[in-house]
């Protein structure tokens, strides 16, 4: 079998990597008392932070059918981290926004991403951290996180 080239790798690597910090923040938010939190929960707290989303806008940002999005919210809701509201420009449409349990899990992952880079600085150094961190911000687009839904 042909070995594999640093082009191939590259991908796989960085399907890893992301795996990594995945797996981080969710132990980090677990170890926090947030055991019911998965991954594509974060990725909407992220859509809905500081102001509240639509379920249609967390659709897009997760890249699912609105009743995916649905469904999650219910889940988020369920379970005490969002709340729907009135929106203040559409009489059709409810506002997603953060409780403050909500937002008690979203401060939990910055600070087990943060302490995750922190770990990524201290093995490769700050200057090549910085550097992977540089090369990286030049050639991916922010915002495009489209998580596993399980």
Do not use: C
């Not at 102001?51 to 469904?71: M, Y």
Request: aromatic share 4%; glycine share 10%.
């Amino acid at each position: 079998m042909p070995s594999r080239t640093a082009a191939q790798d590259l991908p796989m690597l960085l399907l890893a990597a992301a795996a990594n910090v995945t797996d981080a923040i969710r132990e980090g938010v677990t170890a926090a008392g947030f055991a019911d939190v998965r991954p594509a929960h974060g990725f909407a707290f992220g859509r809905m932070t500081p102001d509240g989303a639509t379920v249609g806008e967390i659709a897009g940002h997760l890249g699912v059918t609105k009743q995916a999005a649905s469904q999650l919210v219910d889940d988020l809701v369920n379970k005490g981290y969002a709340q729907r509201n009135p929106h203040p420009d559409d009489a059709r449409a409810r506002l997603v926004t953060l409780t403050g349990r909500g937002r008690a899990a979203t401060r939990a992952a910055d600070a087990a991403a943060t302490e995750f880079a922190a770990r990524w600085a201290a093995g490769l150094g700050t200057e090549r951290a910085a550097d992977l961190r540089d090369a990286l911000a030049s050639v991916v687009t922010p915002g495009r996180t489209r998580p596993s839904m399980r």
